[in-house]
């Protein structure tokens, strides 16, 4: 089981969990299921620390590599950063009035925005990986101790990375496997 | 006489409601501002359209953030912003505060429509945005701490 996770450190104890979402939700992991896995490691005391998301269109694990990381995380940004809706159930986003809510989306749309696909017929793609930027952003830059692989064409699950340039003056953000 | 109370009680939530700070106080005191101005009152503002709130409040929105929500192909509503995207986006990844309100939309907004005017105005708040977020309906509007 260890071989295809290159990436990350897994091992025969290793337990996991997987979830899917309906067809018309973006396929990468959401925020609210990074706080629910983090927090399932702690709890299990690492028992449990993958997440698999299957989606017809690509497949990720969310790996928690470092629950002591993720710990600091949860203390400097607590689960009244995740977003409510009105009868008080979490929509699986970011607060949009926290400050980790707007950083993170204002990634997302810079990310959307820079996409030449973006207001296009291939509009949706633009957004899907976006969305996959801003979740990648979120986890490295906030120090969660966790990493997002995502399955490659060959089946191999690789870690994905944040990166960000400046091109003419504009900004642009994305997501990319780690070779 | 109860009817007197209740009268004399409306007026003074009227009186203070309508109250204008002065711009030097607005600039000192966002988040003040917002929360007795805006969201001590957000049902004067929902089921009404955003250009209530864009024309009730003394600070201009600058630029915005859209919400994508979790649903691929529309955007849920916008955070409005008061000062330039470039500014806020660089004080957000510095981890520092920007002030905003949160406005989610009675109907979402289709995403690509939401790129065509992002291309033009990379999240400045500009014409184009007043003409097509304005006339929508407010479902709700939230500040810090969902209030």
Not at chain 1, 32 to 51: F, K, P
Not at chain 2, 18 to 45: C, G, S, V, W
């Amino acid at each position: 089981m260890g071989a295809p996770y290159s990436s990350a450190n897994i091992n025969s104890n290793t337990v996991a969990i997987g979830h899917d979402h309906d067809a018309s939700s973006f396929p990468q992991p959401s925020p609210y299921d990074i706080y629910s896995l983090g927090e399932l490691a702690v709890s299990t005391n690492g028992q449990i620390t993958m997440d698999y998301t299957v989606f017809a269109s690509a497949d990720y694990v969310l790996v928690v590599t470092d629950r002591n990381q993720f710990n600091t995380f949860l203390t400097n940004n607590p689960e009244s950063n995740l977003e409510k809706d009105s009868g008080g159930n979490y929509t699986g986003d970011l607060d949009p009035n926290s400050n980790i809510g707007k950083d993170v989306q204002a990634i997302g749309q810079a990310a959307y925005n820079a996409d030449p696909r973006a207001g296009t017929s291939n509009d949706k793609l633009a957004e899907i990986d976006a969305n996959e930027a801003s979740l990648v952003y979120l986890l490295s830059t906030y120090g969660t101790g966790i990493t997002l692989l995502k399955k490659d064409s060959s089946g191999q699950y690789k870690a994905m990375h944040f990166s960000s340039s400046t091109v003419n003056g504009v900004n642009t953000y994305s997501s990319s496997p780690c070779n | 006489m109860i009817i007197s109370i209740i009268f004399v009680k409306n007026v003074l939530a009227e009186s203070s409601y309508r109250r204008d700070l002065p711009l030097m106080t607005l600039n000192q005191d966002t988040a003040k501002y917002l929360q007795e101005n805006i969201l001590a009152h957000k049902e004067r503002f929902q089921n009404r359209s955003l250009n209530n709130i864009l024309n009730e409040l003394k600070l201009p929105v600058k630029s915005y953030i859209v919400s994508f929500g979790r649903k691929v192909g529309t955007i849920k509503g916008v955070s409005l912003i008061f000062e330039n995207f470039h500014n806020a986006s660089e004080k957000l990844h510095q981890h520092k505060s920007v002030h905003s309100l949160f406005v989610e939309f009675e109907t979402p907004v289709s995403s690509a429509a939401a790129a065509r005017l992002l291309k033009v105005s990379n999240g400045n708040w500009l014409t184009g945005e007043s003409e097509l977020y304005g006339p929508l309906i407010i479902k709700n509007i939230t500040g810090p701490h969902g209030k």
